[in-house]
């Protein structure tokens, strides 16, 4: 039984050695996998030290096979040649220490072509190329397209930020009424903030429907806020009344008061005073409109009771009279 026994154990000893050498491979490549795992956060950690470095490539890295890594550097990687290619070679050298340590273990350890990127610029193509142990640059060429592209790209980017800006700084304006005064704020809100404003000398509240004196410029004129359901929809602006005879003098100037007021906080709006005698008693003649998104601004002029007055309305789209 002891003989039988030994001579089974002798059996699956051969066998078993056998199968081991004859499945060498299997084996080298599932200790590589579980090295990989060691030395991949090595390796980054490495790029991880450099500013310069954005991200990597490390999706089909292996040791045992022909791989290619790439490497993407932030665009100031240009303007540090220095810099750049200390983290080139360190990340380099990390790489072959790490795949010599290996082929000491086993065969077949193949190398991997390393090459380094511009962020965003890969068209330009690499900027280093590590290869066969060897660093090629390509730093000059890709410098050179970069600044002329980049000279293009800031004129864009700067236009792109000025009409960022512009329309940022429209959205805020298109949802003032006047001042402090938000469309929509109460009426117990915008009354609080017209007696704040600086501009507002004089202000009689005491009524449904309350007026207030402002400077706007040059001249003096009566503010009436207009609500609906409790919320300002509309600020109406009125000048003193000037009798026919004074119509180029005092008339214009209040309305050129007005015109030059808003054209420095929305732009030029070109107008003309109209002829007097064809303002309808009643109505409004509108001479000048600023659109900010959603909001307008329109000055003109009316004639009630013989009187000429200058007349200017701030509106937005979105708090009207039927809502």
Not at 97 to 122: M, Q
Not at 282 to 305: M, P
Request: net charge positive.
């Amino acid at each position: 039984m002891k003989g039988k026994t030994f001579s089974l154990f002798i059996i699956v000893l051969v066998f078993g050695l056998g199968f081991l050498f004859y499945n060498s491979d299997y084996y080298e490549n599932m200790i590589i996998k579980k090295m990989n795992v060691k030395v991949l956060p090595e390796l980054e950690n490495s790029l991880n030290n450099f500013y310069l470095y954005k991200n990597a490539d490390f999706k089909d890295l292996s040791v045992h096979e022909d791989a290619l890594i790439k490497i993407y550097l932030k665009k100031n990687s240009v303007f540090n040649p220095k810099d750049t290619k200390k983290l080139c070679d360190t990340f380099s050298q990390k790489y072959l220490e790490s795949v010599d340590t290996l082929s000491i273990l086993f065969h077949g350890i193949k190398k991997a072509n390393i090459e380094y990127y511009i962020f965003e610029r890969e068209s330009f193509g690499p900027i280093y190329i590590f290869s066969d142990r060897n660093m090629e640059s390509n730093f000059d060429s890709i410098k050179t397209l970069i600044l002329k592209q980049d000279k293009k790209m800031l004129n864009e980017l700067h236009k792109k930020r000025v009409q960022e800006q512009k329309h940022k700084r429209e959205l805020i304006l298109s949802k003032k009424a006047f001042g402090e005064v938000l469309f929509g704020d109460s009426k117990e809100n915008t009354l609080k903030k017209l007696k704040e404003d600086p501009r507002v000398k004089f202000s009689n509240v005491m009524v449904d429907n309350p007026t207030f004196k402002v400077w706007l410029g040059s001249y003096q004129y009566r503010l009436s806020p207009i609500f609906n359901e409790d919320k300002i929809i509309l600020i109406n602006i009125v000048s003193d009344g000037y009798k026919k005879n004074q119509y180029k003098s005092m008339v214009y100037k209040t309305w050129e008061n007005l015109m030059i007021f808003y054209s420095e906080i929305y732009g030029i709006s070109p107008g003309n005073l109209p002829d007097k005698n064809k303002i309808e008693p009643g109505f409004i003649e509108w001479t000048n409109e600023w659109n900010v998104a959603s909001k307008k601004i329109q000055v003109g002029i009316s004639l009630n009771n013989e009187r000429y007055y200058v007349v200017a309305w701030i509106t937005n789209e979105n708090f009207k009279l039927e809502q």
